[in-house]
């Protein structure tokens, strides 16, 4: 299948992703990186393996839906089979979700429906929480609110920071996520009206 993947950053899902391609893991290629941050990381993690990037700056636009369109027009260019929001930080609009739907994923840094939006560690932490995670989910319309498919738990310790914990959560989802691509890319992952289906069963 062919992959089109969004980042804001470091791309380091982006590089477990690559990563797992390139072990013949999973059954496709990732055609294009797109960033809207010129000087994300990712982007040169992505030059490095020969992939092509294009920089999208929501800066040059007047509005979010005209940043959208572009966005969208881009990403189509490349033909995708799936398109991979790995630390893409920005909100979509209803037309770029509904284009792709059931052809998106995303990554979130919490045990979803816990956590949506930002700072989930150190919200995490502060509600005393003894478990946190990550989990890889179809996009919706609904901000970190589409069906999940794959969550990965950690502990939290007692003297964790926002920054020991998502380090322990990254490496749970450097193994989560590119094993959900790697389904998909065989056609074991669908999404129906609003839950995902593996290997034909309801998740
Ligand atoms: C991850 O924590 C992911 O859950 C969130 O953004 C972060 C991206 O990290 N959506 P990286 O750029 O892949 O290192």
Same mark, same amino acid.
């Given at each position: 299948i062919r992959i089109v993947v969004l980042i804001s950053g470091s791309g380091s899902n982006l590089q477990a992703i690559m990563d797992s391609c390139q072990r013949n893991e999973?059954?496709?290629?990732?055609c294009a990186v797109i960033s809207n $941050?010129?000087?994300?990381y990712g982007l040169q993690r992505a030059q490095q393996a020969d992939i092509d990037t294009q920089v999208l700056s929501h $800066?040059?636009?007047? @509005?979010r839906e005209a940043y959208d369109q572009r966005l969208a027009q881009l990403i189509d260019s490349y033909n995708p089979d799936l398109v991979v929001l790995a630390g893409f930080m920005r909100i979509l609009t209803a037309d770029l979700v509904q284009k792709f739907k059931g052809k998106m994923l995303n990554i979130h840094? @919490? +045990? +979803?429906? $816990?956590?949506?939006?930002?700072n989930t560690h150190q919200r995490a932490i502060d509600a005393k929480e003894t478990f946190h995670g990550a989990s890889v989910h179809f996009v919706t319309e609904e901000l970190d609110g589409g069906p999940v498919i794959v969550q990965a738990r950690v502990p939290i310790l007692a003297d964790d920071t926002a920054h020991t914990l998502s380090q322990r959560v990254h490496e749970q989802e450097h193994i989560i996520y590119p094993l959900v691509v790697k389904w998909f890319s065989e056609h074991r992952l669908t999404m129906e009206a609003d839950y995902a289906v593996f290997d034909n069963q309801p998740l």
């Open positions: 999973i059954n496709g290629e990732i $941050k010129a000087n994300a $800066k040059d636009f007047d @509005s840094p @919490s +045990l +979803l429906p $816990k956590y949506q939006g930002l």
